[in-house]
C-alpha cells in the first residue's frame, strides 16, 4: 500500500477549529469557537463584488500579483494610515487569505533545518506552514499579562534562526503589543539580520482606547526587513473570501511570488476590485466597527465572569481567553468537547495553540463576533456550568 501523508505533517490532522465547528453543526450548540462573524459585511461591499462578478472585465485570471486596484489600495491604505512607503508593482503581493501569505513566506525563505521564531501560544497555521518546509520552530511563551519577553525573545535566536513570525494584534490572547515590546522584536532581527514576517489581520480590530496598533515595518530599519501581511476577512467580516496581501522589500516579495504562483497561482479576480474600494472608506466606518465589536466583547467577558470564569479582557481581536480552573475544569480540551452537553456552547482550547500546554491547559477561547443575541444566549447557557 503507498505511504501516506509524510512525517513533518503527521501531527496535524483535522483542525480543533474544524473538530469544534462540527460539533456545534451536530449538537446545535451556540459556535463560539471559530472566528467568523454570523453576518455578511457591509452592503457596500457585496454590491461592489455583484458589479464585477456582472462585469465581466474580473472572472477570469487577474495579474498574479493581484489587481493594480487593489495593489494600489493597499499601497494607499499603508500610507494614509502608518506612513509607510509601498510600491504597488514591485513590492505587493494579493495572496489567499493572510493564512497562504504566511505559508508562502515560510516556504520561500526557509531551508529545510532553518528555524522560525515565533511568541506562544500561536495561531495553528504557523506550525504547520514550518512543518511544511521542513523548518523548525522556536517558540517564545509570553511573559506574565502575555507581555513579550525580550530575554526570552533573544535566548531563542540560533545561529540557525532564518524568520521571526510575529501577530499583533494576537490571537489568541488579545495583546496589541505596545512600541517598547516591538523596539525589542526589531532589535532582535537587526542585531542577527533575521526576517521579520508580521500577521497583523487584526490592524482594524483594536477594541481599547489605550491600544494602538504600530506595524513593525515603521520602525527605524525594518521596513528593510519586514513582510507585512494583512486581509479583508477580519477588517470587513467577510472571512470566506480569502483576499489577503503581503508587503516588503522587493526581493522578498518577488521569493514569494515564485512559490504562490504554484500554490494558488492567482486569488479571488471578482473580489479583489471590491476589497480595493472598501480600503480608501472613511475611518469612521473603521471606528464604528471596532466599537460594535468592542460592545460585543463587553458583553461576552461580563457574561463569562458571571459564569465563574476568570477572563483575560482582550485589547483586540475576536477572541477572549477564559479560565475554567476556577468551575473545576483544569484541563481546556478536555472541557470544550463536553461543553455542547454541559452547557451547549462550542469553544476552542487553548493548547491547540501551544508547544508546551501547561501554562494554557485551562484556558478556552470563545468569539465574540457573533450577534449580541447570540452571544446573550451563549451567555445564558453558560451560567449552567456554575450550577454543574
Not at 521542513?134 to 511563551?141: K, L
Not at 473603521?286 to 457574561?303: N, T
Amino acid at each position: 500500500m503507498p505511504a501516506g501523508l509524510v512525517t513533518r505533517m503527521q501531527g496535524f490532522g483535522t483542525t480543533v477549529f474544524a473538530e469544534m465547528t462540527a460539533l456545534a453543526r451536530a449538537t446545535g450548540a451556540v459556535n463560539l469557537g471559530q472566528g467568523f462573524p454570523d453576518t455578511d459585511g457591509p452592503d457596500e461591499l457585496l454590491e461592489a463584488a455583484v458589479a464585477a462578478l456582472r462585469g465581466h472585465e474580473h472572472n477570469q485570471y487577474p495579474p498574479p500579483r493581484g489587481v493594480p486596484q487593489l495593489r494600489e489600495a493597499i499601497a494607499a491604505h499603508q500610507r494614509d494610515w502608518y506612513g509607510l512607503d509601498v510600491d504597488p508593482d514591485a513590492e505587493v503581493l494579493v495572496t489567499t487569505g493572510a493564512t497562504e501569505a504566511i505559508a508562502v513566506a515560510v516556504l520561500a525563505l526557509c531551508e529545510p533545518g532553518d528555524e522560525v521564531v515565533t511568541l506562544e501560544p500561536y495561531y495553528d497555521s504557523y506550525a504547520a506552514s514550518v512543518a511544511l518546509a521542513g523548518a523548525v520552530r522556536r517558540p517564545v511563551p509570553f511573559g506574565p499579562g502575555f507581555s513579550l519577553d525580550a530575554a526570552a525573545l533573544e535566548a531563542a535566536v540560533t545561529g540557525r534562526t532564518r524568520l521571526v513570525l510575529l501577530n499583533t494584534p494576537h490571537n489568541p490572547t488579545g495583546r496589541v503589543l505596545d512600541r517598547t515590546e516591538l523596539e525589542a522584536v526589531a532589535d532582535v532581527a537587526r542585531r542577527h539580520d533575521l526576517v521579520v514576517v508580521t500577521d497583523e489581520v487584526y490592524e482594524h480590530l483594536v477594541l481599547d482606547d489605550d491600544a494602538r496598533h504600530v506595524p513593525l515595518a515603521s520602525l527605524p530599519g525594518m521596513a528593510e526587513r519586514t513582510l507585512t501581511v494583512s486581509s479583508a476577512g477580519k477588517t470587513f467580516s467577510v472571512t470566506g473570501w480569502k483576499i489577503g496581501w503581503v508587503h516588503g522589500p522587493a526581493a522578498l516579495v518577488d521569493a514569494l511570488a515564485a512559490v504562490k504562483q504554484f500554490v494558488t497561482f492567482v486569488s479571488g479576480g471578482p473580489l479583489q476590485p471590491a476589497v480595493a474600494g472598501a480600503l480608501g472608506w472613511p475611518r469612521e466606518f473603521f471606528a464604528e466597527q471596532a466599537a460594535d465589536l468592542a460592545r460585543r466583547r463587553d458583553v461576552l467577558c461580563e457574561g463569562l465572569v458571571d459564569a465563574g470564569f476568570d477572563v483575560v479582557v482582550p485589547q483586540a481581536t475576536y477572541f477572549v481567553l477564559a479560565d475554567a480552573a476556577p468551575l473545576g475544569y483544569p484541563d481546556g480540551l478536555e472541557l470544550c468537547r463536553r461543553l455542547p452537553e454541559l452547557a451547549g456552547v462550542v469553544g476552542v482550547p487553548v493548547q491547540a495553540f501551544a508547544d508546551d500546554v501547561e501554562p494554557v491547559r485551562s484556558l478556552v477561547r470563545f468569539a465574540f463576533c457573533k450577534r449580541e443575541d447570540v452571544l446573550a444566549e451563549a451567555v445564558r447557557r453558560l451560567r449552567r456550568l456554575r450550577r454543574a
